[in-house]
């Protein structure tokens, strides 16, 4: 849609443009009037997230470190028993997915069981999340967004907080955006080799964590609404099946489960502490990608919520100077960006559905914020050529997240 506003008074009009209203995407089309001479605009925004980096992987050394927490120690128990506990744990409880378990049982039998050693297997997990993010960001958009969106991703609180603890949350922000990169490519070209990583990356968080499978059912929505259906369609489809099969043998598990803690009630905390009507649930499906509310003021989290969104906004619309005095708003449809927000968006939906509001399950889609939010301030800082505004972001949500892991992780 395009806004065309005078500069007398009344001189307003209103017109569709098909060109901008289709989700027809191409790069040069949402970047290329502000890439020239743009790439010296990065460096502040560059040296902002660099600089945030740096302090936050300080701040990962001395996580390390820290004694274990309740579901830390559950997680040891489980990984430390013999073989024969070990599975019999597995099918009796099912409280997770087995991959993550197994990998540190042999992680454990290598290194050994101290704090420090467990959270090394979760913090090389998280680099090898940040590299592809970075791939991520380049392979829908480009280098610069893939490098803005990996320390956006790897500044962001559940990076830090994930990265250091025994848990299977940095094993699940892995694949996430693995799969979604070898989604993108194999739905932009069909090639057999992107939708093999695809399976293994989908199979492997399904094997993780079981709210993986609200991202596998985003991403089957993602494939059927765009125009390369028809031609990858049965590739697509003979994928999804080999994915059903593999997973097979834990579905009773799975299923299990969640009729053990959603319909029998067993987790009615999660509700006590989220109810579904507050303001609080609503925010938190929003704000916990980047920074956690509890430790901020109230104004402080309107402020940084509102620069966020705005933001936000320069990916899907964007002014222009017409000949006549006409200031045009365009409003854009990038593939892209609609592919990441049906992705982040779904799951989204579907836990305030479920009255899930338990942080950790959003790092099921953690990266591919940081990936949007990464395109925004690049397009952002190359529209106003400036990049003062997005990396003075990027210091607040630093310093937010620094705030919040020292008052929750560090002893003082």
């Not at 099918?91 to 039998?109: C, D, R, V, Y």
């Not at 380049?138 to 990076?159: E, H, K, M, Q, T």
């Not at 830090?160 to 892995?174: C, G, K, Q």
């Not at 099921?364 to 301030?377: E, K």
Request: hydrophobic share 60%; with cysteine; charged share 10%.
């Amino acid at each position: 849609m395009e806004l065309a506003i005078g500069a007398g008074a009344g001189n307003i009009r209103q017109r569709l443009n098909a060109d901008m209203v289709m989700a027809v995407f191409v790069k040069r089309r949402l970047f290329a009037p502000w890439r020239r001479a743009t790439w010296p605009l990065h460096w502040p925004l560059y040296a902002a997230g660099i600089a945030g980096a740096l302090i936050t992987a300080a701040l990962r050394w001395m996580q390390l470190s820290s004694p274990y927490w309740s579901d830390e120690l559950l997680t040891l128990q489980t990984a430390g028993s013999s073989w024969r506990q070990f599975f019999q744990f597995l099918f009796l409880h099912a409280e997770s997915p087995p991959l993550f378990l197994g990998l540190l049982k042999g992680w454990m039998f290598l290194f050994g069981s101290s704090p420090a050693a467990t959270g090394t297997l979760s913090l090389g997990l998280t680099v090898a999340a940040t590299v592809v993010v970075f791939h991520l960001g380049a392979a829908l958009f480009d280098r610069p967004v893939g490098s803005v969106a990996a320390l956006l991703f790897w500044n962001s609180y559940l990076a830090i907080h994930f990265s250091t603890e025994t848990r299977m949350y940095a094993l699940v922000m892995l694949f996430s955006a693995g799969s979604t990169l070898a989604l993108y490519r194999f739905r932009a070209s069909g090639r057999w080799p992107y939708l093999g990583w695809y399976l293994a990356a989908a199979a492997g968080g399904l094997y993780t964590h079981y709210q993986f499978i609200i991202l596998v059912l985003a991403q089957n929505l993602a494939v059927l609404v765009f125009p390369q259906y028809r031609r990858i369609a049965a590739r697509w489809w003979l994928g999804q099946a080999a994915l059903a099969v593999c997973f097979l043998p834990w579905l009773p598990a799975m299923l299990w489960w969640v009729g053990e803690h959603y319909f029998l009630g067993r987790d009615r905390w999660i509700e006590a502490a989220f109810p579904v009507p507050s303001w609080q649930f609503y925010f938190s499906v929003f704000h916990i990608f980047l920074y956690p509310t509890w430790t901020a003021t109230w104004w402080t989290n309107q402020i940084v919520g509102w620069c966020i969104a705005v933001v936000l906004l320069t990916l899907v619309f964007t002014l222009e100077r017409h000949a006549g005095h006409w200031i045009v708003l365009r409003w854009f449809s990038p593939p892209p960006v609609v592919f990441l927000s049906a992705l982040i968006g779904l799951p989204a939906l579907l836990l305030v559905g479920l009255n899930i509001g338990v942080f950790r399950y959003y790092a099921i889609t953690g990266p591919l914020f940081a990936v949007v939010l990464g395109a925004a301030m690049v397009a952002l800082t190359r529209r106003i050529a400036s990049a003062i505004p997005a990396s003075l972001l990027v210091a607040a949500l630093v310093a937010l997240n620094v705030l919040a892991v020292a008052e929750w992780r560090l002893p003082f």
